[in-house]
């Protein structure tokens, strides 16, 4: 009975909306999504540093431009509404897990996330956080050089 209530405790606070880790990082991005909350999963981003995180591997000057810095956050931002408002990527009925947590560059932590379908398919992918000035959370990023695959 106390190992399912620490259980419980521990999940509930995963999935709280908090950002201490990057592991909760990526699981308050999900529930946003089994909830259907576009606010919540604009929250669970940081297009600031997704702003900062593009330019610096596009040239590393212009991360540096608070403008340029400014109007690449604001499109990111307004294209993910967008995408949104068209409708969430669905995670109702799946179930995910993190594994091979890496620091790469820039101090973005990758996981490879395996999520099982409910008819027991699955799918394999990279997913990014970065820990900025709102704490941790959810970074759409593509490395600069290209990762090798795990075997």
């Not at 606010?39 to 297009?47: G, H, P, T, V, W």
Request: aromatic share 10%; net charge negative; charged share 25%.
């Amino acid at each position: 009975m106390i190992r399912f209530l620490v259980l419980l405790v521990i999940t509930s606070n995963v999935y709280a909306g908090e950002y201490d880790t990057p592991e909760q990082a990526i699981k308050t991005l999900e529930l946003a999504y089994s909830e259907g909350s576009i606010e919540k999963a604009l929250e669970a981003r940081d297009f600031e540093a997704e702003a900062k995180l593009m330019l610096l591997n596009i040239n590393p000057e212009l991360a540096s431009d608070k403008g340029i810095l400014k109007q690449a956050e604001d499109v990111l931002l307004l294209g993910t509404k967008q995408e949104f408002e068209s409708g969430l990527p669905n995670f109702s009925g799946l179930k995910c897990s993190l594994k091979n947590k890496t620091k790469i560059e820039h101090g973005v932590i990758q996981f490879d996330e395996v999520c099982i379908f409910p008819d027991q398919g699955s799918s394999e992918q990279s997913v990014y956080a970065f820990n900025g000035s709102k704490g941790w959370r959810y970074v759409a990023y593509l490395p600069k050089k290209p990762l090798q695959e795990h075997q």
